[in-house]
């Protein structure tokens, strides 16, 4: 009974819980409603109650505001204080992840999203596109708040090296 009432709290939190840039240097992102709910459909999901954790398997799709983030895991970790409903504190995406925006589009292997902090990073050969514009590395660290983005050619100041590569558009001349 006690795991079905987690299970039941959990669908509850996933159910209910909480203009672009000329540039892919700044994010789309900027004053995205962190604060909205967090949606969450998946195939499968397994709670683990004692360690304040749900596992979405599956085809899952996490939906807050405009963002939306799609992988095959998810990871929700979560607080529950004094018998209160559910906090998300910590989503961790795996395998095929592609996040979506109005305006901009990524894949990466790996995600997290801080929802705490409210700072999303992609790991594991980050591709990021706005239009006919381009940009891969291997981390791309997006802060929700301010809208900053990073994209580094490497995973970890002591990983081997690794280059960020882009293709931009060029304006048209004007005569």
């Not at 459909?41 to 963002?67: K, P, T």
């Not at 592609?98 to 894949?107: D, I």
Request: proline residues 4%.
């Amino acid at each position: 009974m006690r795991r079905l009432a987690a299970i039941a709290a959990v669908l509850h939190l996933a159910a209910a819980a909480p203009a672009p840039a000329q540039s892919l240097a700044s994010s789309a992102l900027r004053g995205h409603d962190s604060k909205a709910p967090i949606d969450v459909d998946a195939d499968r999901i397994e709670v683990l109650d004692a360690s304040n954790q749900a596992i979405f398997s599956g085809n899952v799709r996490v939906r807050q505001g405009s963002l939306s983030i799609d992988a095959a895991r998810i990871r929700v970790a979560y607080d529950r204080a004094d018998g209160r409903d559910p906090v998300i504190r910590r989503l961790d995406a795996e395998g095929d992840v592609r996040l979506r925006s109005p305006s901009e589009q990524a894949r990466a292997r790996f995600a997290i999203y801080d929802v705490e902090n409210r700072v999303l990073t992609l790991i594991g050969g980050v591709e990021l596109a706005r239009g006919v514009e381009r940009l891969s590395g291997n981390r791309l660290t997006i802060n929700l708040d301010t809208g900053r983005s990073t994209l580094d050619g490497r995973a970890s100041d002591t990983g081997p090296g690794g280059r960020v590569t882009g293709r931009f558009r060029v304006p048209e001349k004007r005569d």
